[in-house]
């Protein structure tokens, strides 16, 4: 599925970045060093972790894009970073759980 197509739940870009990566799966975690370990490429990554470091864990694993959940809103270096590296954000004002079950009726 092409991000572009979850366009379709209530979420916000933040950034100005074409959404043509491909969906592969979809990942939801916290902690950076498991999420580094375990997220696979293509995945869209669900996180309330909004801080620069997650944006290096984003690229080293090819996410297709990042959801910050529940209102997480990161800062300018952080939106900067990922539109630099072509990496979408978008916003969610849902828990990852409500997020996840949106996703899967798209067909994720």
């Known amino acids: ?3 572009s ?6 979420l916000e870009q933040i950034n100005n970045v074409a959404c043509t990566n491909v969906i592969e799966d979809v990942y939801i975690g916290d902690l950076l060093s ?3 370990a375990n997220g696979k490429e293509g995945s ?11 944006i290096a864990v984003a690229s080293l694993n090819d996410f297709a894009g990042i959801i910050f ?3 997480s809103y ?5 939106i ?3 539109t630099s590296l072509d990496i979408p954000l978008f916003i969610s004002k849902k828990s ?10 798209l067909g994720l």
């Open 74 to 78: 990161p800062d300018n270096d952080t």
């Open 34 to 36: 498991f999420v580094m």
């Open 69 to 71: 959940v529940e209102n």
């Open 80 to 82: 900067n970073k990922a």
């Open 96 to 105: 990852a759980y409500a997020l996840a079950k949106e996703l899967i009726a």
């Open 44 to 54: 869209l990554w669900l996180t309330v972790q909004k801080h620069l470091n997650v």
């Open 5 to 10: 197509e979850i366009l379709k739940l209530d």
């Open 1 to 3: 599925m092409q991000i």
